[in-house]
């Protein structure tokens, strides 16, 4: 039996699904956490300035990936349809990849950070259509794709100034912020990693590192009505998504032990050891590898993967 919800999200926005019903009877206690995070949110530090606020969660994203391993491989960026199908346009997205990977080296001249801005945007856009291929019409991939000019210096060309502007305070930012996560060779580090139950409904998270799975996040906030001043929160998405990566892990294979978000415009990151948070949103003792189980269980698995032996 497969899960009728092809996403983590999809499953969490939609009230009637198993896991959504499971999530919302098992980890009700929200506020305790969600009063913690407020308290130490801070203020905004990068604003917005016009640019797509999806297409620029997505570039950022993966800016900070390739930040933190130079090889690492933005496989949704390729699978989608009118690139998939087309080796000349897989082979630009690799090349966009390479010059991405540029990241990960230590200092950043401005100009190979706009090119690494340029290329993370455009793997952003192709990852747009891999995630809701119906928004080709719309996508600034559609006339490089129509006319024929799908390459690499058409597609560095797509970012716009603002957002190249943003995506530079940002990592700036980050740099400072997620210094203890940067590149470090004796990290084990796993960038856009995907977990056992992944093949069940699609999940991928941002960024582990050492046991600390990060989820980044660039919300601007909400406005007050009164003062336009913009205000952090944790909302129960963003909880739901950090439970469900850990509970996805069925195998137990990226040994998280920390769950953090890191609120990239407000330059804040929040960590909470997975045992408490988990312990405080169901207001009772959690087992982990039994929550594990149950979830592979409603999303359809039959035996659960075995935990593989680490040599």
Same mark, same amino acid.
């Given at each position: 039996?497969? +899960? ?5 999200? &999809?499953?969490? =926005?939609?009230?009637? #699904? ?28 990068? &604003?917005? @300035? &016009? ?9 950022? =994203?993966?800016?900070? /990936? ?42 950043? *001249? ?9 290329? *993370?945007?455009?793997? %952003?856009?192709? @990852?747009?259509? +891999? ?15 129509? #006319? ?14 603002? $957002? ?18 940067? !590149? ?6 796993? !960038?856009?990693? @995907? ?29 007050? /009505?009164?003062?336009?001043? /913009? *205000? ?25 032990? @920390?769950? $953090?978000?890191?609120? %990239?415009? +407000? &330059? ?15 207001? $009772?003792?959690?087992?982990? $590898? %039994? ?21």
């Amino acid at each position: 039996m497969s +899960y009728q919800y092809s996403s983590l999200t &999809g499953a969490i =926005d939609d009230n009637a #699904s198993p896991l959504r019903q499971y999530l919302d009877q098992r980890y009700p206690n929200l506020e305790p956490v969600q009063a913690d995070y407020r308290a130490r949110a801070g203020t905004l530090l990068v &604003g917005g @300035t &016009g640019a797509s606020p999806g297409t620029l969660g997505a570039a950022f =994203d993966y800016l900070l /990936r390739f930040t933190c391993n130079a090889e690492y491989l933005p496989e949704t960026a390729v699978f989608a349809e009118p690139i998939f199908d087309r080796p000349d346009h897989i082979a630009v997205v690799w090349e966009l990849a390479t010059l991405a990977g540029h990241a990960f080296m230590r200092p950043l *001249s401005e100009n190979t950070l706009e090119i690494v801005s340029r290329a *993370s945007w455009a793997l %952003a856009l192709c @990852t747009e259509l +891999y995630r809701n291929p119906l928004v080709l019409p719309n996508s600034p991939l559609a006339e490089p794709i129509r #006319s024929d000019r799908f390459t690499t210096e058409a597609l560095l060309a797509l970012a716009p100034d603002d $957002a190249l502007t943003e995506m530079r305070s940002l990592y700036l930012l980050a740099l400072t912020e997620l210094a203890e996560f940067l !590149p470090d060779p004796s990290a084990a580090v796993a !960038p856009g990693p @995907t977990f056992a139950a992944s093949q069940l409904c699609s999940a991928d998270a941002d960024l582990i590192v050492d046991g600390v799975l990060i989820k980044v996040k660039t919300h601007l906030g909400t406005a007050n /009505r009164k003062t336009g001043q /913009r *205000s952090d929160s944790l909302s129960l998405t963003d909880i739901y998504q950090i439970i469900g990566y850990t509970l996805f892990d069925t195998t137990d294979t990226f040994s998280v032990h @920390t769950a $953090a978000l890191y609120s %990239a415009r +407000y &330059g804040a990151l929040h960590t909470w050891p997975l045992q408490q948070l988990l312990d405080t949103l169901a207001d $009772a003792p959690i087992d982990l $590898a %039994a929550e594990r189980a149950h979830v592979w269980k409603l999303l359809g698995g039959q035996q659960i993967p075995a935990i593989p032996v680490l040599r």
